[in-house]
C-alpha cells in the first residue's frame, strides 16, 4: 500500500533529517552550516510535529500516554497543552 508508506514517510521525515544532519557532522566537506541548519529542522521538527506521547501529568500522578504531535503540543485534552 503505497499510501501508507508515503504517510509514514511524512510523520518520520524528522528522523531522516537527522540522520542527514549526522551524516553532514560527519563529512567535514559539506561544511558545518548545512550541518547546523539540518539540526534546526530537527528540532523545529521534534517540537510540532514529532510523533510522541502526551506526557502530562494526569490527576492521579501518571503521566498521559495519548498520542500527540511534537514536545510543544499535547493530546486532545486542552489542559495538557
Ligand atoms: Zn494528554
Redesign the pocket.
Known amino acids: 500500500m503505497p499510501r501508507k508508506k508515503q504517510s509514514l514517510v511524512l510523520k518520520n521525515w524528522g528522523y531522516l533529517v537527522l540522520v542527514a544532519a549526522i551524516v553532514f557532522w560527519a563529512v567535514n566537506d559539506i561544511g558545518p552550516g548545512t550541518a547546523l541548519i539540518a539540526f534546526l529542522f530537527t528540532s523545529v521538527w521534534l517540537l510540532t510535529l514529532a510523533p510522541v ?4 501529568t ?1 490527576r492521579t500522578g501518571d503521566g ?3 498520542n ?1 504531535y511534537g514536545l510543544l503540543g ?4 486542552r ?2 497543552r
Request: charged content about 15%; aromatic content about 14%; glycine content about 14%.
Open positions: 506521547w502526551c506526557g502530562a494526569t498521559c500516554r495519548k500527540s499535547g493530546c486532545s485534552y489542559q495538557h
